[in-house]
């Protein structure tokens, strides 16, 4: 069955960088986009952005811009979040989620999911 | 950014009642491009329906949706015990946004 495995819980002080995987297997890694999605404690879910892992191209939400780096290694079927310039609202559990088939319209939504890595950011 | 706005925020309800969730766009939603998930506390969100109408693969058909343009609804026909949990919509046109979920809690 399709699966994403994710790395674990970091700690981080603000202005530092962090990076999160995602780590699919049980299908084709370069057939889906993988999203990333963020919960704040007690809180509702925030679309990060998306990553096609065919061609490597990115799209991320507007309030992320220019913080967000979305990568992928095709060898191991991997995806990359790195969040920089950390603050202490970036606090939260960070997710990736695989979409549906790249050439759908289904791509956008998120059908599986990472069990999840809680980023802490404090002094 | 296509901002959605559910209510209520907070819905009690018994089980065996039926529950009607709204959820309203601040721009028309793309040929019905609108999800609904379930998220259970502590777990991953879980997709139930999608086009607006269509449920996932494995979800009970006491689940619906139904809407277009920037007004949509979603129902639990009769609830069930596990289905008390927080609901989202999700718009999945060029740049995916959630509503702020409505939690449907056990009066």
């Known amino acids: 069955q399709v699966q994403l495995v994710q790395s674990g819980a970091e700690v981080k002080k603000p202005g530092a960088s962090v990076k999160v995987s995602c780590k699919a297997s049980?299908?084709?890694?370069?057939?889906?986009?993988i999203h990333w999605v963020r919960q704040a404690p007690g809180q509702g879910l925030e679309w990060m952005g998306w990553?096609?892992?065919?061609?490597?191209?990115?799209d991320c939400a507007q309030r992320f811009q220019g913080r967000v780096t979305m990568t992928r290694d095709t060898s191991i079927s991997t995806a990359f979040m790195e969040l920089s310039s950390l603050r202490s609202d970036d606090t939260a559990v960070y997710s990736c989620a695989r979409g549906g088939s790249i050439s759908s319209v289904l791509r956008g939504l998120m059908i599986h999911w990472g069990q999840g890595a809680l980023v802490t950011v404090s002094s | 950014e296509n901002v959605l706005t559910q209510s209520p925020g907070t819905l009690s309800l018994s089980p065996g009642e039926r529950a009607t969730l709204s959820c309203r766009a601040s721009?028309?939603?793309?040929?019905?491009?609108l999800a609904w998930y379930q998220q259970r506390p502590g777990q991953a969100p879980r997709l139930l329906i999608y086009?607006?109408?269509s449920r996932a693969t494995g979800i009970p058909d006491r689940f619906s949706g139904s809407g277009s343009g920037t007004d949509f609804i979603f129902t639990i026909s009769r609830l069930e015990p596990e289905d008390f949990a927080v609901y989202y919509c999700q718009q999945y046109g060029s740049s995916p946004t959630f509503g702020q979920g409505t939690r449907l809690e056990i009066k």
């Open positions: 086009g607006a109408s």
């Open positions: 049980a299908y084709t890694f370069t057939g889906y986009y």
């Open positions: 990553i096609n892992p065919n061609t490597g191209g990115t």
């Open positions: 721009q028309s939603v793309s040929s019905s491009y």
